[in-house]
């Protein structure tokens, strides 16, 4: 879980998806090489993600600037995955760039 | 999935959590009386909610205006189960108030 986060403010982008019935191990190795190639990408903060049996899926990358999400957006092979996200693997998918104003963190609940 | 926003902007309170194994059905009844009792809130637009078979989630509620969500903090059935998360169901959670300024939805992916 991402915790370290700098202080307010610094950008989210939020993916929310519904994957396809039957999406293959391609799916999963790209999924595997965006996370990879993010955390190259100029202003990367961090990574939440989680995708549950039925197949909904939430991830949120972490960025200092709007400017570094508009860069990753248009990085080469993240646009060959986004196509491929689109024509082969998602029936449903949300994007909301968001400027995280406050936060708190609880890393040891009792 | 929370699809039908209305235009940015607007806010959204990430809630991302690791459960302690072996959380009782207590907390299911509380996570869906709360995903309830949010609904009826002032602000209130829409939720999404994804957990895995390792207990990590992340939860998204959006609102109208930071305001609706400082309320909803507030409210006395929802504190009782702040409390129960803090002290009982969580090993690790976090909290991010963000400003939700653009969005894009793809309802229909081919």
Same mark, same amino acid.
């Given at each position: *879980?991402?915790?370290?986060?700098?202080?307010?403010?610094?950008?989210? /982008?939020?993916?929310?998806? #519904?994957?396809?019935?039957?999406?293959?191990?391609?799916?999963?190795? *790209? /999924? #595997?090489? *965006?996370? /990879?190639?993010?955390?190259? +990408?100029?202003?990367? !903060?961090?990574?939440?993600?989680? =995708?549950? /049996?039925?197949?909904?899926?939430?991830?949120?990358?972490?960025? +200092?600037? #709007?400017?570094?999400?508009?860069?990753?957006?248009?990085?080469?092979?993240?646009?060959? %995955?986004?196509? !491929?996200?689109?024509? +082969?693997?998602?029936?449903?998918?949300?994007? =909301?760039?968001?400027?995280?104003? =406050?936060? =708190?963190?609880?890393?040891? %609940?009792?």
């Amino acid at each position: *879980m991402f915790i370290n986060s700098p202080k307010p403010p610094y950008y989210a /982008a939020i993916f929310t998806s #519904e994957l396809k019935t039957g999406v293959n191990d391609d799916y999963s190795e *790209m /999924a #595997e090489e *965006m996370a /990879a190639l993010a955390e190259k +990408q100029p202003g990367y !903060l961090g990574i939440d993600s989680v =995708r549950d /049996a039925d197949g909904l899926g939430i991830t949120i990358s972490y960025w +200092q600037s #709007e400017e570094d999400i508009l860069q990753w957006k248009q990085n080469a092979r993240h646009k060959v %995955a986004q196509k !491929l996200g689109l024509t +082969q693997w998602y029936k449903t998918f949300s994007l =909301r760039i968001c400027k995280v104003e =406050r936060d =708190r963190f609880f890393p040891n %609940a009792k």
